[in-house]
């Protein structure tokens, strides 16, 4: 089986379930009948142009995302976010008891976090471009790889 059709079916599943509707539903609102709609789910059939513009509209999504691009991250982070939100709704009453200096504090404390995961997510992007423009991503028994391997360890670095 084809990749991108892997790809495509993984996402229509996974941005029905995300609509938090059925198949039935998903199907309706295409305009086919679910067991249509079930055997692109399930790989027996590949949807036509067509269906696939609708679900794109359907979902929000380009063309291209829902062919290409794996949308199991989008998955896990709507969970976090779900999860996130529960846990907030914990923790407000008690933040709204707080002294206007502890919230303060509190907030400089969420404001440095998100500044260094912008500063980390960054130089992920930075060193991912420069990985990608040199081609320098080293497989594991390459002459580099191994160098790296037998260079010496930090004084502080555990031996086994």
């Known amino acids: ?9 993984a996402n229509m599943k996974i941005l029905r379930i ?7 539903e998903t199907a309706e609102k295409l305009h086919i009948s679910r067991s249509t709609y079930a055997s692109y789910e399930a790989g027996f059939r590949t949807p036509d ?22 949308l199991d991250d989008l998955l896990y982070s709507q969970l976090c976010i779900k999860q996130n939100l ?3 709704s914990e923790i407000l009453p008690l933040y709204e008891n707080l002294s206007p200096s502890a919230k303060n504090r509190i907030m400089e404390k969420i404001n440095a976090l998100r500044e260094g995961e912008k500063l980390l997510t960054s130089l992920h992007r930075f060193c991912t471009f420069q990985l990608e423009k040199t081609g320098s991503a ?16 930090p004084p502080n670095a555990s031996r086994s």
């Not at 089986?1 to 079916?9: P, R, S």
């Open 86 to 88: 529960d846990l907030f």
């Open 18 to 24: 995300l609509s938090d509707c059925s198949q039935e």
């Open 1 to 9: 089986m084809n990749q991108e059709f892997e790809i495509l079916q």
């Open 49 to 70: 142009l067509v269906i696939l513009q609708k679900l794109s509209r359907l979902y929000d999504v380009s063309l291209s995302d829902l062919v290409y691009l794996p």
């Open 138 to 153: 080293e497989a594991p028994g390459s002459p580099n790889a191994s160098e790296s391997a037998n260079s010496p360890k």
